[in-house]
């Protein structure tokens, strides 16, 4: 009964640390800063009723400290009443749910929301928002896999599908791919190599990128769901880019194509994210740990107390087999290694400033 109540809150509290942070920063918000705060807050879900005594507030005190040295500072109205342009667009898609024989048993239309980075020559980076929440990370499968622990991840956007060949020579003026192909994902790429495209990406576009933690790359996957796939109790080639030819589950026999496919050739999952399952492996920003014992709780990457030689790779690949695609699998490779199985996609954090 307040589980509502306690998600209210929660919003609330969230809005007033974000316009904290954004006086601390600016003694005056220009308006990009407004316009950033009011985006916030519908991304929230909450209404200008709702936020009006927290800027009164917050606002009221930096006037009386700042009125004679910044007569400029913006009031209350000013901040809740000025129309911002909208900085995300919907897209719809289809998710499939499939029955323990692979068989399709539901589709259902969707909607989220997602911004498109300019990434140069033409190229652009579509961006998903995922909303924040609580999941339950891992499985009883695999002793890699546990234990099963929960943990709660802010929200964030994450690439729409893995890094594509010309979004990755966009930025870096190279194609190392060996499977070549524009709409192709990216791979022989070093988890060093990505981190580096991540701060080149970030310098162009004034933007924070990095790869995901491993509990956010999870949570992306699962979409709410509990199954070991995002599409039910197994997966087809129908849905996934795998070695199909070893079932999983109920499944039947499939396809096993021996190289990468274009992004987004299946079905998403409910947050609008493809290829979570397959094509390739996806770099983490997490050192290896063999078990979940002591890992953190907040989605933030795991990089203390852990094996440095190794990073965590996420999601299976076109050469592994359907069991290696599971929402909780994870694997490692060593950060300087680069194989034609591992790509990455991308993460933006949501904070002021953002846009």
């Known amino acids: 009964m307040l589980q509502p109540y306690r998600e209210y809150q929660r919003k609330l509290q969230e809005y007033e640390d974000t316009l904290v942070e954004a006086l601390q920063t600016e003694k005056s918000l220009s308006q990009r800063t407004l316009d950033d705060l009011k985006d916030y807050q519908q991304h929230l879900a909450l209404l200008d009723e709702d936020v009006n005594p927290i800027a009164t507030k917050l606002l009221g005190e930096s006037l009386t400290l700042y009125l004679k040295e910044l007569p400029q500072f913006p009031t209350p ?48 980076l579509d961006m998903v928002a995922i909303p924040g929440g609580t999941f339950q990370m891992g499985s009883g499968e695999n002793d890699r896999e546990k234990p099963i622990h929960t943990v709660t991840v802010p929200p964030f956007f994450i690439g729409k599908y893995p890094l594509t060949q010309a979004q990755y020579e966009a930025i870096v003026g190279t194609n190392p791919a060996k499977f070549k192909g524009s709409k192709r994902p990216v791979e022989k790429v070093s988890w060093e190599e990505a981190i ?30 509990t199954t070991s796939f995002h599409f039910g109790a197994t997966i087809t080639s129908d849905l996934v880019n795998c070695r199909a030819t070893n079932p999983y589950g109920d499944a039947p026999k499939g396809e096993y194509r021996e190289q990468t496919t274009d992004v987004g050739s299946f079905p998403p999952n409910a947050f609008g994210l493809y290829d979570m399952h397959g094509n390739v492996w996806e770099w983490c920003a997490d050192h290896w740990h063999e078990t979940y014992k002591a890992a953190p709780t907040d989605g933030s990457a795991w990089t203390t107390n852990g094996n440095n030689e190794n990073r965590v790779v996420r999601g299976g690949s076109w050469s592994r087999t359907p069991v290696s695609c599971r929402s909780a699998r994870r694997y490692y490779v060593a950060p300087a290694d680069r194989y034609n199985l591992v790509g990455f996609r991308v993460v933006c954090s949501v904070f002021p400033g953002l846009f």
Do not use: M
């Open 77 to 124: 109205n000013l901040l809740l009443s000025s129309p911002p342009q909208k900085l995300t667009q919907p897209f719809e898609f289809e998710v499939i749910t499939v029955n323990p024989q692979g068989k399709e048993q539901s589709r259902e239309r969707k909607r989220a929301e997602y911004f498109a980075e300019d990434v140069g020559n033409g190229v652009t």
């Open 196 to 225: 580096v495209f991540c701060t080149q990406l970030s310098q162009k576009t004034g933007k924070t990128y990095r790869l995901p933690s491993e509990a956010e790359w999870e949570y992306a996957c699962r979409a709410s769901t």
